[in-house]
């Protein structure tokens, strides 16, 4: 769904998953990507941030946050992930 731009639908069905199991990686980095391609900047950050709360060493949810502070300018925090992750 997400492919095909049909970002609410994907939203509500991501929502009841994560209603059912808040800490479902899948879903959350699933839900940072639809923001991110909305360009919801914010909300894809804490959706990643959420997902290294909850697993701090998950590699992917670094490279993403990552991604999004460079999409955001913060060229500093993006390196610092980037690094993060590749450790």
Request: charged letters at 30%; a positive charge.
């Amino acid at each position: 769904l997400r492919q095909q731009k049909q970002f609410e639908k994907s939203e509500e069905i991501i929502n009841s998953v994560l209603k059912e199991d808040p800490k479902n990686n899948s879903a959350l980095i699933e839900l940072g990507h639809i923001y991110e391609d909305q360009g919801q900047l914010d909300e894809a950050l804490k959706k990643y941030q959420q997902v290294l709360k909850n697993y701090p060493k998950h590699i992917s949810a670094t490279l993403y946050l990552g991604n999004v502070y460079r999409r955001r300018g913060d060229i500093d925090s993006a390196i610092k992930y980037v690094s993060k992750a590749s450790e």
